[in-house]
C-alpha cells in the first residue's frame, strides 16, 4: 500500500466528519485489500513489530494497521471501512474490558447476531486478557519484562517508581503495566520492545492468530 500514514490521517479525519477527507481516504486506498482496528497506538506498534518479525510486507501486501483512538469508535470505523465504505476486508483487536463495544460494532455492521468471542476470532477479531500489555508482560513473565527495561535504559526509573507509596502494595506484573503508562510514548516504545524480545513460541495468542 502507498502512503500508509497519509491514509490513516485521512480516515480519521473522514470519521470525524471530514467529507473531502473521505474522497482522499478513497484515493490513497487504492491497492489496500486489508484494514486491521486497533484500539490505539501502542497496539499498532505491536502488530507491525510482530510482522516485522516474521518479514511480513504489511504494506505490499495491503494491510493498513489503523488505530481507532479508543473502542467506542469502531462502529463507526467498521461503517468507513465496509460495503458503504470502502469495502474492505476487515480485522480488529481489543481488550477484554471493551469487547462488548466490538461485538456490538460488529453486529450493527452485519456481522452476525449474538456473537461470542469464539464468532468474533472467526471473523478476525482478537480478544486481549486483559489488555495486550498483560498479555505481553504474561508470555515474558517478570523477571523477562525488566530485561527489557533495562536494555531500554529504564531499569533505575522502574525501581525508584516501585518504592512510590501508591506501588508498594502491587504485584509486580501491575507495577509493569502501570510503569509503561506513566510517560508519553513510553506504551507505544515498550510494546515493541516486548514484542522484539519474545520468544517465538510465545507470542500471545490473540496478536498471534490476529497475524496468522
Not at 507505544?188 to 500471545?204: E, S
Request: glycine share 10%; aromatic share 6%; net charge neutral.
Amino acid at each position: 500500500m502507498r502512503e500508509p500514514d497519509r491514509f490513516r490521517a485521512a480516515v480519521h479525519a473522514w470519521a470525524a466528519g471530514g467529507a473531502d477527507a473521505a474522497t482522499v481516504a478513497r484515493e490513497l486506498a487504492g491497492d489496500l485489500s486489508t484494514v486491521v482496528l486497533v484500539e490505539g497506538l501502542s497496539d499498532q506498534c505491536a502488530v507491525e513489530t510482530l510482522a516485522e518479525r516474521r518479514d511480513r510486507d504489511l504494506a505490499g501486501e495491503g494491510v493498513c494497521v489503523v488505530p481507532i483512538g479508543g473502542a467506542m469508535s469502531v462502529a463507526r470505523y467498521l461503517r468507513l471501512f465496509g460495503a458503504q465504505g470502502l469495502a474492505l476486508t476487515v480485522r480488529g483487536l481489543c481488550d477484554e474490558a471493551e469487547e462488548s463495544f466490538f461485538r456490538r460494532g460488529l453486529e450493527q455492521a452485519g456481522f452476525g447476531t449474538d456473537l461470542s468471542r469464539s464468532a468474533m476470532e472467526a471473523l478476525g477479531f482478537h480478544v486481549c486478557v486483559t489488555d495486550l500489555e498483560d498479555e505481553l508482560i504474561r508470555a515474558l513473565g517478570s523477571a523477562g519484562v525488566e530485561r527489557v527495561i533495562d536494555a531500554e535504559r529504564d531499569l533505575a526509573k522502574f525501581r525508584v517508581f516501585q518504592n512510590q507509596p501508591a506501588q508498594r502494595g502491587r504485584t509486580i506484573e501491575r507495577q509493569l503495566r502501570r510503569f509503561m503508562g506513566t510517560m508519553s510514548g513510553r506504551k507505544a516504545r515498550y510494546a515493541r520492545a516486548l514484542v522484539r524480545a519474545l520468544d517465538p513460541g510465545a507470542i500471545p495468542r490473540p496478536l498471534d492468530r490476529l497475524l496468522t
